[in-house]
């Protein structure tokens, strides 16, 4: 179906940043959060194809809430959570500046 990278929103750079900051706070929270910004936001997805958003909507967020979830989960296995959770961040911020510099 998708894969889990599709699933990123890609964010103004702000609010990605403010995300990986969570992130790093407490693993899992700005991915969590970031997956109810879906209907303000793209994903990578969507550049390829803008049709049935609504269709793609409820898995986007459920996606989203159980990597978040699981992130927070496997802090406790040598922080390998709070690593994937940083990665995650990242992988916003990257996406943002790559939507940036897509816009001018």
């Known amino acids: 179906m998708y894969g889990s ?3 990123i ?5 702000p609010l990605a940043i403010t995300f990986l900051v969570c992130n790093c706070i407490v693993p899992g929270l700005g991915t969590i959060i970031s997956g109810f910004t879906f209907c303000c ?3 990578t997805y969507d550049r390829k194809d803008r049709t049935n958003i ?3 909507l409820p898995w986007l967020i459920t996606t989203n ?6 992130q927070l989960f496997t802090v406790t296995f040598l922080l390998v959570g709070w ?11 990257y996406l943002a500046l790559d939507r940036r510099r897509s816009a001018t």
């Open 54 to 56: 609504s269709r793609k």
């Open 83 to 93: 690593a994937w959770s940083i990665s995650w961040g990242i992988t916003m911020v």
């Open 65 to 70: 809430v159980l990597v978040g979830i699981g």
């Open 41 to 43: 936001v793209a994903t």
């Open 9 to 13: 929103p890609v964010l103004p750079l």
């Open 5 to 7: 990278k599709s699933a």
